[in-house]
């Protein structure tokens, strides 16, 4: 039975991740791919829109997380692009997805592997030296995507951290400002 591994951010983590509430085989996983593969399908969202398509992926990435975090790529290019192969899915399953990654750049490379094998399948001629340039070009941007999201991350926790220190002073004086007016009524 083969199961999915996640890679979370910041520290090179890898979690089992429950497909639903179960280690899955590749046909479960497959099949709850051709699911959100119908949805998206039928969902009516022109491709070319990118702001429903961005309502849509966060919808979807809420009723199906634990697929969309295990298969970002695969998911997002679901749901954005509406293109999808169950063959190369499979392939991507079969060969590409494994227990443990080295670092979040091994991560994203396999993750890349899915759209190569897609662009293969859809484009059976191609030359090698294509594919090559095709795969290192997916893998740039998807680092850079994920440079992009790291450092908007690092912002948000900057500004969380900011607002929390400020919280905690501003509790400090309401504090001293009590005990006063306590003592101060005694």
């Not at 969902?43 to 970002?72: C, H, I, M, Q, W």
């Not at 795969?135 to 790291?150: G, T």
Request: no cysteine; charged share 40%; glycine share 2%.
């Amino acid at each position: 039975m083969a199961t999915a591994k996640n890679v979370t951010h910041g520290n090179v983590r890898v979690d089992k991740v429950n497909v639903t509430s179960d280690n899955k085989s590749t046909s479960d996983v497959l099949a709850l791919a051709a699911t959100v593969w119908e949805e998206v399908r039928g969902s009516g969202v022109d491709p070319k829109d990118e702001k429903e398509n961005d309502r849509y992926l966060t919808r979807l990435r809420a009723k199906y997380s634990d697929f969309a975090k295990t298969f970002p790529v695969v998911f997002r290019w679901m749901v954005q692009t509406k293109e999808y192969e169950a063959k190369a899915f499979e392939r991507f399953l079969k060969t590409k997805v494994k227990v443990m990654y080295a670092d979040r750049k091994e991560f994203l490379a396999a993750q890349a592997e899915y759209l190569v094998l897609l662009y293969k399948q859809r484009n059976p001629r191609s030359e090698g030296k294509k594919v090559v340039a095709y795969r290192a070009a997916v893998i740039k941007m998807l680092e850079k995507d994920e440079k992009i999201f790291m450092e908007a991350k690092d912002q948000i926790d900057d500004e969380v951290k900011k607002l929390d220190e400020t919280i905690v002073l501003d509790r400090k004086r309401r504090l001293v400002e009590f005990l006063k007016a306590q003592k101060s009524s005694d």
